[in-house]
């Protein structure tokens, strides 16, 4: 399985402010996502990060308020933008997909990102 | 509305127990995947069943699948107090986008 990485782990931000989450896979994988989890709930996506192109979001999510990017199969930015106290949540990256010529089938997380907006 | 609904939404058994949590979905699937997570922290795998499959089993876990009620269950064996901790389906649409909708999640807490 691919080993994910996230920084920060955790992060303290104020109002008005932005948190850039980065995700780091251990190999090239085709497919990168990003959710959201808001404290006592389950895990909704915001969406999908394409290499070289615009994210696809989900709806009620949008590129101004979350810019992603990903500038390559291994690497992927989520900002979370002018933030609100109901921005306060854990954000986690998964991937899936082909990681090189195997495909992968079964979607791994990251560790996650808890924010918490003050 | 949710894809995937489970029940119950908590669950409190002794160790050595057994343990069995439902998932009901509501469109077409690919796959279907169970996860663990504990106390707010990354999401574990747990299994992976395919629509054209009914049962997997994996150490003290067995899934079910049955497409034609659109529901599957997670049971966990001989329960142990490290098993605490909240489970969630995920079912992967049959457009295989890749994207998962999450249930809103089990939380089972195993008693010494």
């Known amino acids: 399985s691919a080993v994910i990485s996230q920084k920060p782990s955790r992060d303290i931000c104020q109002r008005g402010t932005s948190l850039t989450i980065q995700c780091q896979v251990d190999?090239?994988?085709?497919?990168m996502f990003w959710y959201r989890q808001q404290p006592g709930q389950s895990l909704t996506l915001i969406a999908t990060a394409n290499q070289g192109s615009e994210a696809t979001y989900e709806s009620g999510f949008v590129i101004d308020k979350f810019p992603i990017s990903r500038p390559n199969l291994t690497f992927s930015t989520l900002t979370v933008s002018n933030l609100s106290p109901e921005d306060s949540s854990i954000y986690l990256c998964s991937v899936e997909g082909w990681t090189g010529d195997r495909f992968q089938e079964t979607q791994y997380f990251g560790p996650g990102t808890r924010l918490l907006v003050l | 509305s949710q894809q995937g609904e489970e029940d119950p939404q908590a669950l409190s058994i002794q160790e050595g127990e057994n343990a069995t949590m439902n998932c009901s979905y509501k469109t077409s699937i690919n796959n279907l995947q169970w996860y663990r997570q504990n106390s707010g922290r990354g999401l574990v795998h747990l299994i992976l069943i395919r629509s054209n499959e009914r049962e997997k089993h994996s150490g003290r876990l067995r899934v079910t699948l049955d497409t034609s009620k659109k529901s599957s269950s997670l049971l966990i064996t001989a329960s142990r107090a490290a098993d605490t901790a909240s489970y969630f389906c995920a079912t992967a649409l049959s457009s295989n986008t890749g994207k998962l909708i999450f249930g809103q999640g089990t939380t089972l807490q195993v008693k010494p």
């Open positions: 190999s090239q994988v085709t497919m």
